[in-house]
């Protein structure tokens, strides 16, 4: 007799739902990582939804936006703007142009936009406004320069009131202003704070050079495409296009920047997968073993091979289901959650609800469906080929001679994997950064895999010794602990190894972190040498206004004051950040406040030009005196003439492979008029380096500093290693994400021990029955399966730890040449991570211990 596919079905349905804590808390190693891919898909589409609902809302209505052009002959200022409102196909005009400020009460209290914009911009309404108009809810229009309106949301938000005065710090200077209106737009979302005055004022105030980024226009008789036409042909030297096209571009700009948070989020989510696979493995494995008298029997009626298989893989299919359909409802809440976190934090969007499109569907549901599969499959092979008679016997079936064969090889991957890295760091040292760390990348491969194939041999000798020392105060209970955690060397291994996956890859981080703190501060207190150093917030993009800066400057205790800061700007084909233009601009001699070796020329950059490191120059041929091309611009390059090399110095970190002085930039000014007033050519001071006279009192200074800064709100004064503390805080941040991310794949690791802990009782019913019956005690059951679990998680974290400290070294030390100084291991959060293994492990036996603990002797031993 030969059971049918349905009957297989059956039996295997029936199997799942009389374990169900098997069941659930097997799925749950699937539900966290679809879940957080899913989630990932629908964050970044909901962020790409409500993004492009203010693209839209930004350009709706717009038939031609205009920009500068590259020639110059041609300026957006007030003459063409009255020419173009002047035009008979031409209803309206706008000048759409903004400035970043900080907004604080008359008191000095900033108010917090969370993240988000912070902007002032001409306030346009009704007919006026060529796109989305303001619409004043409360008070009147500003008028002059000495007023503005505010929306409403930032109003309520921090207690503004009509006829309130507050203060507008720019990037330049200060400006105390009263509020006498209250205005809403269609899209009003988050901590944004959008001021507005009219036209005029803002152009007074804001763009007092006369010109600005952008005229969006609406059509009177022609519109869209036959509009920007019309205009191109009749207005030349500036550049036209159609609200439209300007929208979807900047929607693509939006969408390529969020597919890279899509792909890190994935990525995380991926792992949490990974680390879920050895622990289905570990389960499918466990429970075919125990199930072997099951499979006997169902071969002793006729069942084949094949479908002992398939009803193995079919139980695999449902996990896999399950896990994934849950795991995408837990996204769902995943993202809600994310929302309601940043609209707390002020940081709210749009709300575009939850995108939950194919997408966010089909990829997770498929991927934890063929994860959980692909783990199964060798279990469910091994419960396919157990012969009737064979498996009657109890015990573990596998063989000494294929532990042999996997730890050879397992130590021969070890071995190339740690040749590799070791070759990347100390012999291809000519090689660029990022063919090295490649290198490190494939032998931490190499390395995690062979880890895996070695760690049953391991298991045995080391998890035995950590069980002597674990157990040791125990006695008895201790001795039990050691022996049963070694019995079962793979199953101990794979169950170790789903940490010593999260370990690892938090030891890799926790030295990143270390390292880039340490070369943080050495590069502050080594490189700058200045008394004090002014700067913005240090969590805030926000420069240091040129007001605060001049005023600094005209201190009489003041000797120097270097501003330093950056442009979007390549000097030939050079820039600071590879693939973008970027390069640093100082604004003073920078030696007499940072240590800098000058190979050749002159750093007191008296006549406008710029100086580059000597590794730039050699590869280039460049000299002192030669001329070299200047371009600016993100998206595109705007040549804006040409500049004399005035010095080479040592490859220096804090100014990068070129730096151009303040005199270039205004040079530049007059070589490229069609640039005069972009914010392309308006470098951000990030930092005022400032020495005092010799002799001065240092705390005298720095209350001369902080008085005649204090009414620019966002400045602070800090002594380097102050600064070098601020840059601290920032990499924290940074880690904490990266630890909490993380987290998942230790979570889906503790799990796992949890499930190993609770098949394994099941498994060792009897012994726990006859221990029960000789006189055990059940605090001592427990003590025992606790004791087990934390030897199986302390096992882990050493190895996790041993695998990440090597990999972060190697992967910091071929990062050197990118401003990562010598590697630091944070060795106090090294024992942490062991001691709080220790405490997982310990976790993870709460309900195995009390469900062995309960355990009924008589009924035990008759089973």
């Known amino acids: 007799m030969r059971l049918g596919p349905s009957a297989m079905q059956k039996v295997s349905l029936r199997t799942l739902a009389g374990h169900k804590i098997r069941f659930i808390l097997t799925i749950l190693s699937v539900v966290l990582g679809t879940a957080f891919i899913a989630g990932s898909f629908m964050f970044t589409n909901s962020m790409s939804k409500s993004f492009d609902s203010i693209a839209e809302s930004s350009y709706a209505n717009v038939d031609a936006v205009v920009k500068p052009g590259h020639d110059g002959k041609r300026l957006l200022n007030q003459q063409f703007f009255e020419e173009l409102q002047k035009d008979p196909a031409v209803k309206g005009v706008n000048i759409s142009s903004q400035a970043n400020v900080i907004v604080a009460t008359k008191d000095k209290q900033v108010l917090n936009s969370g993240g988000a914009p912070s902007i002032v911009q001409p306030f346009y309404t009704g007919d006026q406004a060529v796109a989305t108009p303001m619409n004043i809810v409360d008070g009147t229009s500003p008028h002059g320069p000495g007023e503005i309106v505010l929306n409403q949301t930032a109003a309520s938000r921090h207690g503004i009131h009509v006829g309130d005065t507050v203060v507008l710090v720019d990037p330049h200077t200060r400006h105390e202003v009263t509020v006498v209106g209250v205005y809403t737009l269609d899209l009003e979302v988050g901590g944004f704070i959008g001021a507005a005055m009219d036209e005029p004022s803002f152009i007074q105030l804001f763009r007092p050079q006369g010109t600005v980024d952008e005229f969006t226009v609406a059509g009177k008789t022609l519109h869209g495409s036959q509009l920007v036409n019309y205009l191109a042909g009749k207005y030349p030297g500036v550049e036209f296009d159609t609200g439209e096209s300007i929208a979807e571009d900047l929607t693509d700009q939006i969408n390529q920047a969020l597919s890279f948070v899509n792909y890190f989020l994935i990525a995380f989510g991926l792992i949490a997968l990974l680390v879920g696979t050895f622990i289905i493995a570990n389960t499918f494995s466990m429970i075919v073993a125990q199930r072997m008298r099951e499979f006997a029997l169902l071969r002793s009626l006729g069942t084949s091979r094949r479908q002992l298989t398939g009803s193995v893989v079919f139980e695999a299919i449902v996990i896999g289901f399950f896990g994934s359909a849950l795991g995408i409802a837990a996204g769902i809440g995943l993202v809600n959650l994310i929302y309601w976190g940043m609209a707390k934090a002020g940081m709210g969007l749009p709300d575009a609800g939850v995108n939950l499109t194919p997408t966010a569907v089909f990829v997770p549901l498929v991927l934890g469906i063929i994860v959980t599969v692909l783990s199964a499959w060798a279990p469910a092979r091994r419960a396919g080929r157990v012969r009737p008679v064979e498996a009657l016997r109890l015990g573990d079936a596998s063989s000494s001679s294929s532990l042999l064969t996997r730890s050879i090889a397992g130590v021969l991957l070890i071995g190339i994997g740690v040749a590799a890295a070791i070759a990347a760091v100390w012999i291809f040292t000519d090689a660029t950064s990022g063919r090295r760390a490649s290198i490190v990348g494939v032998a931490a491969l190499l390395l995690i895999v062979g880890t895996f194939l070695v760690l049953p041999a391991v298991s045995v000798p080391v998890v035995g010794g950590l069980g002597r020392v674990i157990g040791l105060p125990f006695r008895a209970v201790g001795k039990l602990a050691s022996t049963n955690s070694k019995r079962n060397p793979r199953r101990t291994a794979t169950t170790a190894f789903a940490l010593t996956l999260g370990v690892a890859l938090v030891s890799v981080v926790s030295i990143f972190g270390a390292t880039m703190k340490n070369s943080v501060s050495e590069f502050t207190e080594t490189m700058m040498r200045s008394d004090y150093v002014v700067s913005g917030p240090a969590q805030a993009n926000f420069p240091v206004p040129r007001e605060a800066t001049a005023a600094i400057r005209q201190l009489p205790d003041v000797q120097d004051a270097v501003a330093i800061g950056t442009i979007a700007m390549t000097v030939g084909d050079v820039s600071a950040l590879p693939g973008h233009?970027?390069?640093?601009?100082?604004?003073?001699?920078?030696?007499?406040?940072?240590?800098?070796?000058?190979?050749?020329?002159?750093?007191?950059?008296?006549?406008?030009?710029?100086?580059?490191?000597?590794?730039?120059?050699?590869?280039?041929?460049?000299?002192?005196?030669?001329?070299?091309?200047?371009?600016?611009?993100?998206?595109?390059?705007?040549?804006?003439?040409?500049?004399?090399?005035?010095?080479?110095?040592?490859?220096?970190?804090?100014?990068?492979?070129?730096?151009?002085?303040?005199?270039?930039?205004?040079?530049?000014?007059?070589?490229?008029?069609?640039?005069?007033?972009?914010?392309?050519?308006?470098?951000?001071?990030?930092?005022?380096?400032?020495?005092?006279?010799?002799?001065?009192?240092?705390?005298?200074?720095?209350?001369?500093?902080?008085?005649?800064?204090?009414?620019?709100?966002?400045?602070?004064?800090?002594?380097?290693?102050?600064?070098?503390?601020?840059?601290?805080?920032?990499?924290?941040?940074?880690?904490?994400?990266?630890?909490?991310?993380?987290?998942?794949?230790?979570?889906?690791?503790i799990l796992g021990i949890i499930n190993t802990l609770a098949l394994n009782v099941v498994e060792r019913r009897q012994e726990v029955g006859m221990l029960r019956a000789v006189g055990t005690k059940r605090r001592q059951i427990r003590g025992m399966i606790t004791l087990e679990a934390v030897q199986i998680a302390v096992f882990g974290a050493l190895v996790g730890v041993g695998i990440g400290l090597f990999l972060g070294w190697a992967f910091v030390s071929v990062l050197g040449n990118e401003g990562l100084g010598h590697v630091i291991v944070p060795w106090t959060q090294v024992a942490l991570m062991i001691v709080g293994s220790a405490f997982v492990g310990v976790v993870a036996a709460v309900w195995p211990a009390v469900k062995a603990a309960k355990t009924p002797p008589l009924e035990a031993i008759a089973d």
């Open 581 to 749: 233009p970027l390069m640093s601009v100082v604004d003073g001699d920078p030696t007499t406040v940072a240590n800098i070796d000058m190979v050749d020329g002159d750093s007191h950059f008296n006549e406008p030009g710029v100086m580059v490191d000597k590794t730039t120059a050699e590869a280039k041929g460049w000299k002192v005196g030669d001329t070299v091309p200047l371009s600016v611009g993100v998206t595109e390059k705007i040549p804006v003439g040409t500049a004399t090399i005035r010095g080479i110095y040592q490859p220096n970190i804090m100014f990068g492979p070129a730096v151009i002085n303040q005199s270039m930039v205004t040079h530049i000014k007059k070589q490229a008029p069609q640039m005069t007033g972009s914010p392309l050519l308006s470098p951000q001071v990030l930092l005022l380096a400032v020495n005092g006279n010799s002799g001065i009192d240092q705390q005298k200074l720095r209350e001369e500093l902080e008085t005649v800064t204090s009414d620019y709100l966002v400045v602070q004064v800090l002594t380097t290693q102050q600064f070098a503390g601020a840059q601290a805080v920032m990499i924290d941040q940074i880690l904490n994400i990266l630890y909490a991310l993380l987290s998942l794949a230790i979570i889906v690791a």
